[in-house]
């Protein structure tokens, strides 16, 4: 039986996993194309993730199996939250921090795959978990 306590392990394992894919491409970036940018890719990664994390804490926070409604508010406020959040740290980051906004581009864009990826790999390691 799945219990709400081991659906956010899993998904905390998941925003992790997301961090260290965001993390690896910010590094190939800056092999490739500098440090500018490559800090540029990671803010845009992390603009991204820091919206995430909030997502996840706030489905969480009191979420309960047993209150099936109250998860689904929690979650529409969530991601209403993590659209916002992502747009305003993006914007923020262009604007006052010297960066390339195409690697910011690229960062955030692949901090949103880095989640696919992140959560397809978790499934095949893990074929019993159902949520």
């Known amino acids: 039986m799945t219990t709400i306590r081991s659906v956010k392990t899993q998904t905390y394992q998941i925003v992790f996993w ?19 940018s490559g800090l540029s890719a990671l803010l845009g990664g992390l603009a991204y993730w820091l919206a995430t994390l909030f997502f996840v804490w706030r489905v969480f926070r009191r979420a309960s199996v047993k209150n099936g409604r109250q998860f689904i508010v929690s979650f529409l406020a ?10 305003i740290f993006f914007v923020l980051i262009v604007k006052y921090l010297p960066v390339s906004p195409v690697s910011e581009m690229i960062g955030f864009v692949g901090a949103i795959i880095a989640f696919w990826i992140a959560s397809v790999i978790f499934f095949i390691r893990h074929p019993g978990v159902t949520l």
């Open 78 to 87: 969530g991601e209403v939250g993590k659209l916002v959040l992502s747009g």
């Open 18 to 36: 997301q961090l260290m894919l965001i993390m690896g491409l910010a590094v190939v970036i800056f092999l490739l194309r500098g440090l500018q």
